[in-house]
């Protein structure tokens, strides 16, 4: 036993005295691991723990394993699959509208000659993107009531008569559509634009010397270069939609009841936590939600072809 | 194809075709009609608390109040339960602070070593960041909630410094900083002089690393400042932050809550006001440093 021990102690000893090369790769060896380790801990505690411990509640129940209990609970509960209805509904609105609009107005920005009106642009559309959570959609609440608003005089056009009918069930995804493209779509039209800039201009100069036109150039030039930028914004808001909560909950607050407090996934979650004390059904909502997040992160990082080197 | 070459970049309007320069116009139309759409929402924000709620009612919705108005108005809100409102800034403002310093301190360290360093593992981390970074903040609240509360850290304010200060996505920007803005040989350079690993970092990357600082501090600083639902859950009451506040104050607005019974009330234009004051730090923030800000956004994404 004991030789064993000291040759495996010769050995090290031997690895350990090195040329001055191998001392430096060490010392930076070293060095990288006590870098990484307070945000390692952090990665471990908030983000792996929180994921693994709902994991853990939502296969059990009173500490005791019961298979797909929570989650055949929480499937046949009433309010669940009205929740992936709404939810559903209002990524299809606001992913054709972030696709169209932005794409859209990217081209259209770039295509201005004037820097400062199209500078100018860009910091107006990106403004907004100051605003998220509750402010965005207490700001919204106002527009959103015909009574103060500043366009009521469009909210009458299109036939809303009061805060209530403003947020009406069939008008909702669309409200709620809005808020979120109000917010975000300015710090998208700036990715894009940057991705715009990136394209060659000998390659728009060669297209428009064979006589293609502006919306020509854009369909089969300027939009298969931004492909994959779409598809990033895609995803990411994809991943973010179904997370929607701070919207309903807050216009629920505001609309009397006409905005369910389970109008969405989080809600629900939320509600299975906070009023029915039910930890287990909360985790199973949450981990079906995350479970769809990581894989769309996972897909995205390997096949999306923006983080090559990692 | 005849259509309208509206899209060249410089070209002299006089240059222009009848139909070039409709197509053109028709673009501008688009644009403008898009700021308007991004911009009127804001401008009524301002004038709003310089009026009252009657004016909000009945006057022209850019008509200005007045001065007097937004004293009152400013008045009503500061006294608001003995002026809960500044309670609710300044746990912002501390829950924003202690998250950023915490945040700048772990995550420009691992981004340089995840750059500049080789170590066991380091691919796995790099990996696992990637995928934790595009996962939506708002799908871990729920389970870090669970998790908290496991450990009885619920109303503590540590439950949301910790979880504000885990950051992926600025240990991400400062990685892609340090791979392509400082060379390696730099800092091999450096060491063949002598200096030791630490010296390296602190005289050599840390010096280089200013933008890279302000950009994570920004971005830290305003998502965290606009975060809703993890405070909501982790931080009730009066150690909420002024997000979970405001949404608090709309229980008090009448307009919204005509069967609420609460003694002590909020107006359509207090509540405007309160809307702007929570906004304001981060649009400060936004209005200055719109250039780092949009520079940060493309190097996300961008790795050549």
Known sequence: MSTIDNSAATAAVALERPKKGMSIERAQGRIGVLFATPYTLFLIAFGILPALYAIYLAFTKKGAFVGFDNFLKVFKDYRFWPAVEHVGIFIVVWLVLLVVLVVTLAILVHSIGLRWFSGTMRFVYYIPGALAGASSVMLWLFVLDPTVSPVSWLLQALGIESFVGAVDASRLPIVLAVIAFWTGAGGWIVIMYGALNNISKDVIEAARVDGAGPVRIAWSIQIPLMRKWIAYMVIMSFAGGTQLFVEPRVLAQASRGVVGQDYSLNQLAFLYAFKQNDFNGSAAISLVLLAVAVTLSIYFVFKGGLFERA | ?304
Do not use: H
Not at chain 2, 69 to 95: A, C, D, H, R
Not at chain 2, 151 to 162: C, Q
């Open chain 2, 1 to 304: 194809m005849s259509a309208p070459n509206s899209e060249i970049v410089g070209t002299r309007l006089k240059d222009l075709t009848p139909g070039a320069w409709l197509g053109r116009a028709f673009g501008v139309l688009i644009l403008i009609v898009f700021a308007l759409f991004f911009v009127v929402p804001l401008l009524w924000l301002l004038i709003a608390p310089t009026k009252t709620d009657r004016q909000l009612l009945l006057e022209a919705p850019f008509a200005l109040g007045d001065l007097g108005t937004l004293l009152s108005n400013w008045q009503s809100l500061m006294t608001f339960q003995g002026g809960l409102i500044w309670t609710w800034i300044g746990n912002s403002v501390f829950y924003c602070v202690a998250a950023l310093v915490i945040t700048l301190c772990i995550s420009i360290p691992a981004g340089y070593a995840l750059a500049m360093t080789e170590f066991r593992g380091r691919k796995l981390l790099l990996v696992v960041t990637l995928i934790v970074m595009l996962i939506p903040s708002t799908a871990l609240v729920l389970p870090i909630f669970l998790e908290l509360s496991a450990v009885r850290l619920i109303g503590n304010p540590l439950s949301a410094i910790l979880p504000f200060s885990f950051y992926p996505f600025g240990v991400y920007l400062t990685y892609i900083y340090f791979s392509t803005a400082v060379s390696r040989d730099l800092l091999s350079a450096a060491r063949l002089d002598g200096a030791s690993e630490w010296q390296v970092f602190m005289k050599i990357a840390m010096p280089l690393s200013t933008p890279v600082i302000a950009l994570v501090g920004f971005f830290s600083f305003t998502g965290n400042w606009n975060n809703y639902f993890l405070p909501y859950v982790t931080l009730p009451g009066r150690k909420a932050p002024i997000q979970v506040g405001l949404a608090e104050l709309l229980s008090n607005v009448p307009a919204f809550n005509p069967t609420n019974a609460a003694s002590t009330t909020i107006t359509l234009s207090a509540l405007a006001l309160a809307t702007l004051l929570a906004i304001a730090p981060v649009l400060l923030v936004f209005l200055f440093a719109q250039r780092y800000l949009v520079s940060g956004m493309t190097a996300g994404g961008t790795k050549e």
